[in-house]
């Protein structure tokens, strides 16, 4: 004891030249970092308050209107962004439904039952996609996709489901184009899975092995293990891992554009046409003035609401299992 | 060898000395739709004089933005201001080229130029009112030409551009349901349909889809070879799309009757005329801040006008008329000056 304080007063004597300049190196390390911080979060802001600030005249104008109505009129200058938030969300949700399954099949895959020979050439497949740019992937569901999505699953569908109730009107195609809400879908959710897959795996990888051995152990099978043991312990985490796949998927711009169809027209298939919010900026940018471009910006805030709604929920969401 | 060297050396210092001094960059931006032809110029005249024109096809509106801002040496716009809106900005517009909107399609057994079209039957057809090929509006222009029953499926651009807006411009001009419905603008309100991004967008789906219908700009249309229909025009001839009737339709044509040659050249008079040409204008400013910058680039425009007009036919584009490029150049003269009253083109 003795000893430990003496060396430490005698390490505190023997160097106060250095610690003199340690407190204003420390300081500027932490302004440093603060700043980089600060500067996050001046430029998000910045941005919040153009988009507000671009949006309000269309806001002013049309109110809550802007929001329910469902008209997008440039030659009058009537703008509302129902067709487009709903179009939105109905791509967004269809991804999941189809992205979600497929990831945790992928990481269940990858952590518990893929030979080692295999893990590491599907593993690196999985991540190139993340690193496919969305102009490719737009340009492939245009041009390769849609075409074959037409001729084997929309037509035959249509021609099956025609004339019954519900499934009579989602699943039928008046235009069997390829092209649709979807689709637009399908290739979110190709655009996703990469994103939901490789942090799943992670986090699956994470689970200490003792709990998954014990439980082989007492007996179990590979499915009640994953079912009881691993998704439980990984489910908080990823329902996040899903949420940033989902955030993804609601901004997602290039793509869609190629295979949403682009009609502002509200319809109760998921084969027609419809429009995001993404995809009608990036449509109509580039030719916008007034209060088009006002409207437009207007969009933008809602879909940076939209998105915030979901990281809120998900935080929600995560914190409420914690607990649990 | 050491002499050589030198020698390269020094004729490559006096060549860079000399491409710097002559060196004078130009910028335009706006109009996508002329960007392969100003390219090309550009591409020619670089070659020719050592000068650059950088062009950006950032699209119509985006042109006339700039150059109000005066941040490039010229805008480009397919549709043309209004004498109003020159007189309020202090601009000059004239015209730099013309093409022609064609109307694709793709029914089983019809080949390209055996379909004719009315002016109002493809009105109601984009409007949604002729949903079936076997429409007998459509049959009536049509004899001999087997059609199906099948449901029409109509294909837009769903980006703003000039070419929708010249193609609702004929609608509106040949169809009174048109004019009061969606009306005309480089984008609608489509009642029926489908959008893709962009010619090639609209060209993909026209080529996908069976029974579709779209417009591209000619050039495209020919270039990936869809089948185009031929359109009857206000003289009621059927005409196909083709250099002949898109310089037919500029002929007839009163340039000064708008200020800025701001005319429309749809649905023009004349038994060869194609009824959807149009021109694409460039704006300058009148009295400019850098008048040496905007008389080069009345320099690459003159240029273009005397040496580009087998490049403009090469791809497919329509050169302007000999007459009127020469109103054009007396318009620089007359109207573009600098701060001390002079001609800033000088011929």
Known sequence: MVALSQEHLVTGADVPARRSSQPSFDQLFRLASLGSALLVLIVLLGIIGAMIYGGLPAFREFGLGFITSSVWNVNEDQYGAWVAIVGTLSTALIALVIGVPLSLGIAIFLTQLCPPWLKRPVATTIELLAAVPSIIYGMWGLFVFAPLFANYVQIPVSNIVEGMPIVGTILYARTPSGVGILTAGIILAIMIIPFIASIARDILDQIPSVLRESAYGIGCTTWEVVRNVLLPQAGVSIIGAIMLGLGRALGETMAVTFVVGNANRLSGSIFDPGSTIASRIANEFNEAIGLQLNALMALGCILFLVTFAVLVLARLLVARVKVG | ?347
């Open chain 2, 1 to 347: 060898m050491k002499i050589l060297s030198y020698a390269v050396a020094a004729g490559l210092a006096v060549a860079s000395l000399t491409t710097t001094a002559s060196a004078a960059d130009i910028t335009g931006a706006g109009a996508t739709f002329p960007f392969p032809i100003y390219a090309k110029w550009a591409e020619a005249y670089y070659k020719e004089t050592g000068n650059r024109m950088n062009y950006q096809s950032i699209g119509s509106s985006g042109g006339v933005r700039q150059i109000r801002a005066k941040t490039v040496d010229f805008g480009a716009t397919d549709a043309p201001l209004k004498g109003e809106d020159l007189q309020k900005d202090g601009l000059v517009q004239f015209p730099a080229v013309m093409g022609g909107v064609v109307a694709v399609y793709n029914v089983q057994g019809v080949g390209s130029g055996q379909l004719k079209l009315t002016g109002e039957v493809l009105a109601d057809i984009f409007n949604g009112k002729i949903s079936k090929w076997n429409d007998a509006r459509i049959a009536q222009a049509n004899p001999g030409v087997t059609l199906p029953s099948a449901s029409i499926t109509p294909v837009y651009r769903s980006d703003g551009s000039g070419t929708t807006s010249v193609f609702t411009t004929y609608l509106s001009q040949v169809s009174e349901g048109w004019k009061t419905g969606p009306g005309a603008g480089s984008s609608v309100q489509w009642p029926v349909g489908q959008g893709g991004k962009g010619n090639e967008g609209v060209a993909a789906l026209v080529k996908q889809v069976p029974n579709s219908i779209g417009y591209v700009e000619y050039a495209y249309a020919k270039q990936s070879s869809i089948p185009f229909a031929q359109l009857q025009n206000k003289s009621g001839k059927f005409v196909s799309p083709e250099a002949k009737t898109f310089q037919a339709a500029a002929a007839n044509a009163d340039w000064k009757s708008a200020p800025g040659f701001g005319i429309s050249l749809t649905n023009q008079p004349g038994d060869e005329a194609w009824p959807i040409t149009a021109p694409t204008f460039i704006l300058v400013p009148k009295a400019p801040e850098k008048p040496e910058q905007v008389a080069e680039a009345l320099k690459f425009f003159d240029w273009s006008f005397r040496n580009g007009d087998q490049m403009t036919m090469d791809l497919d584009y329509v050169p302007l008329p000999g007459p009127l490029k020469d109103q054009v150049r007396a318009t620089w003269t007359s109207e573009i000056k600098d701060a001390s009253g002079q001609p800033v083109f000088k011929q």
